[in-house]
């Protein structure tokens, strides 16, 4: 079923594709890669926001073998489509076997996932590491064998550094652990406070690794997009219906009360993972709620958590479709 729902993703996502050009923040990453040196791309997050490894990747090959519009796409649709198989195996041991089939097929077919996986931006990247990190580090914390804390460690820290806006969640599975019960008792499969300080460190000192440089050269440009956004009961409804694919009002109020009974649900049968997953959902929202940040109050925005980017001052540049190298296109 899940190798079913997998094909099906992949004609979704991979749906005239090749003829699909450039357009609107794609831009972003190429404009950087164009105009910017390598140091500067280390270094800077830029006001028109572009994903820093993205952007290093393009550059590099574009000096290479050439840069194409589906090589430009290859790694959104690679992640996208690993997605739908990786997350439903990863939580089969909380939900069940019918749960995860379930699981792959909502992933196959969502709407949101559909077009970020098929977009040149980083969104399901950071959508695939971080949900490998957060349900790593449970697996971990509930006894599982070290490995899965390194699986944390290395998207926790990978994910931020594709897009910083998922560092919240990421990170919150630290303060989670901290706090848990069974971190004070091993004898439940748990582990040690110490423990889970030691990884959050790691995580910590991979994190600081790569982003130091541009925080300390490029602050500005985070400062500049923050306490300038609020989310309103509009907003709320757009992500609804952008989720479930349709502006019909009851669609979209059905689709929340799906939501609702799902986490329900998993709580009488996996409660300790639910409140897991409820804690992380939790710190992410009220990260957004006390930044505020830029254009958040539309519904693409906060239906992405993303970190606020500035519309770059006049129009973008589009190139042609098929497989004529992007960097032609560029000014």
Do not use: N
Not at 113 to 135: D, E, G, K, N
Not at 244 to 260: K, R, S
């Amino acid at each position: 079923m899940t190798v079913l729902a997998a094909l099906c993703g992949l004609a979704l996502r991979g749906y005239q594709i090749s003829g699909q050009i450039l357009a609107d923040d794609e831009w972003h990453a190429l404009h950087a890669m164009t105009f910017r040196s390598f140091a500067s791309v280390l270094s800077h997050f830029g006001d028109s926001d572009y994903s820093i490894p993205l952007t290093l990747l393009y550059k590099a090959l574009a000096k290479t073998v050439g840069l194409t519009e589906m090589t430009v796409r290859a790694p959104m649709l690679t992640c996208g489509l690993a997605a739908i198989v990786a997350l439903p195996l990863l939580t089969r041991e909380y939900v069940g076997r019918t749960a995860t089939h379930i699981f792959a097929w909502l992933l196959a077919i969502a709407p949101l996932h559909v077009y970020f996986s098929r977009y040149a931006r980083p969104y399901s990247i950071t959508m695939l590491l971080a949900a490998v990190a957060v349900v790593a580090f449970f697996k971990w914390l509930s006894g599982g064998p070290r490995q899965w804390a390194w699986t944390y460690v290395a998207g926790a820290v990978a994910a931020p550094y594709f897009h910083l806006a998922v560092a919240p969640i990421v990170l919150s599975p630290i303060l989670f652990g901290s706090g848990d019960r069974a971190t004070r008792h091993r004898r439940d499969g748990g582990r040690a406070p110490g423990e889970v300080v030691a990884i959050g460190a790691a995580a910590g000192a991979g994190l600081a690794a790569l982003l130091s440089l541009p925080l300390i050269v490029d602050a500005g440009a985070l400062a500049r997009k923050t306490g300038m956004g609020a989310v309103r009961w509009a907003t709320l409804e757009g992500v609804a219906h952008l989720c479930v694919g349709t502006p019909e009002p009851w669609l979209g109020a059905t689709g929340v009360a799906l939501v609702v009974t799902g986490w329900v649900w998993l709580a009488r049968r996996q409660s300790r993972f639910a409140l897991y997953v409820a804690v992380v959902v939790a710190c992410q929202t009220i990260v957004l709620a006390v930044t505020r940040p830029y254009a958040i109050d539309h519904p693409i925005v906060l239906a992405v958590a993303a970190v606020p980017a500035a519309r770059r001052r006049g129009g973008h540049r589009h190139g042609r479709s098929g497989p004529r190298p992007v960097a032609a296109a560029l000014p």
